[in-house]
């Protein structure tokens, strides 16, 4: 169950799988007698609570997914370019002083601008040890919490990307459950006092988010964001290792 209620799987995997599923659940709500519950109220009520965790499960699933397909070309995990002499990210300085103190890590020279021009496998070969390094030095969620939340980020952007067919399926289907409730049952409609309508109109709405919203441009934002962060760590992790 802990894994399910860290702030990661909360924000990054859950948020997104119940924002997708949204208008079901409140299509749910409004179909059932929750002012004197009885039996199949209470199955229902377990039965989204066991939806949403079972969702969130299928949003890592996807997710993961969805980044092979971003990345297909760097083997399927964001490629970081920021110490690259080429990349415009940072200064040259401040790159310089990380790349030496990364290579002073894996007791490897770093590559110059020519070495990256002349042999870019090599070099990116040194980056991706830079960067596998830096992952592994920054768990600590307190200390590196900026970080933290821009993994959290790109994990809800890249997760909700994955959900986003499926949450617009979900919409449509939601928009014509409501509108055969109204026409079908119109006594029961009435009983709502017009929330089955705004129901219909709110999932249009929702549909619309994740159409325009919710898009490959906003992931890999989130992504170089992370990539970023994640780069500036060594400032800390110098701090830390001239400290000890």
């Given at each position: 169950?802990?894994?399910?209620?860290?702030?990661?799987?909360?924000?990054?995997?859950?948020?997104?799988?119940?924002?997708?599923?949204?208008?079901?659940?409140?299509?749910?709500?409004?179909?059932f007698n929750w002012v004197?519950?009885?039996?199949?109220?209470?199955?229902?009520?377990?039965?989204?609570?066991?939806?949403?965790?079972?969702?969130s499960n299928v949003a890592r699933r996807l997710g993961k997914r969805k980044e092979r397909q971003l990345f297909a070309t760097t083997g399927g995990r964001p490629e970081n370019r920021e110490l690259n002499h080429?990349?415009?990210?940072l200064d040259e300085r401040t790159k310089d002083r990380y790349r030496k103190?990364?290579?002073?890590?894996?007791?490897?020279?770093?590559?110059?601008?020519?070495?990256?021009v002349e042999d870019p496998d090599e070099a990116a070969a040194f980056y991706v040890q830079c960067y596998n390094w830096l992952r592994e030095n920054t768990r600590d969620t307190e200390k590196f919490r900026i970080l933290f939340?821009?993994?959290?980020?790109?994990?809800?952007?890249?997760?909700?990307?994955?959900?986003?067919?499926?949450?617009?399926?979900?919409?449509?289907?939601?928009?014509?459950?409501?509108?055969?409730?109204?026409?079908?049952?119109?006594?029961?409609?009435?009983?709502?006092?017009?929330?089955?309508a705004a129901l219909g109109i709110l999932a249009a709405v929702h549909a619309g988010y994740l159409i325009f919203g919710v898009t490959k441009r906003a992931t890999l934002d989130a992504s170089k964001a992370?990539?970023?962060q994640?780069?500036?760590?060594?400032?800390?992790?110098?701090?830390?290792?001239?400290?000890?």
């Amino acid at each position: 169950m802990n894994d399910y209620l860290d702030a990661y799987s909360i924000k990054a995997r859950l948020a997104p799988a119940a924002l997708a599923i949204a208008p079901v659940i409140v299509l749910i709500v409004l179909a059932f007698n929750w002012v004197q519950p009885s039996l199949p109220e209470a199955i229902i009520g377990l039965a989204v609570m066991v939806l949403f965790f079972a969702a969130s499960n299928v949003a890592r699933r996807l997710g993961k997914r969805k980044e092979r397909q971003l990345f297909a070309t760097t083997g399927g995990r964001p490629e970081n370019r920021e110490l690259n002499h080429l990349d415009k990210t940072l200064d040259e300085r401040t790159k310089d002083r990380y790349r030496k103190f990364l290579a002073k890590q894996l007791e490897q020279p770093a590559p110059t601008r020519d070495m990256e021009v002349e042999d870019p496998d090599e070099a990116a070969a040194f980056y991706v040890q830079c960067y596998n390094w830096l992952r592994e030095n920054t768990r600590d969620t307190e200390k590196f919490r900026i970080l933290f939340n821009e993994n959290i980020a790109y994990g809800y952007y890249r997760n909700l990307l994955a959900l986003k067919p499926y949450g617009i399926v979900l919409n449509l289907l939601t928009i014509a459950a409501a509108a055969a409730i109204i026409y079908y049952k119109p006594d029961f409609a009435e009983l709502t006092h017009g929330k089955l309508a705004a129901l219909g109109i709110l999932a249009a709405v929702h549909a619309g988010y994740l159409i325009f919203g919710v898009t490959k441009r906003a992931t890999l934002d989130a992504s170089k964001a992370y990539a970023r962060q994640l780069t500036l760590s060594c400032e800390t992790l110098m701090v830390q290792m001239k400290s000890a």
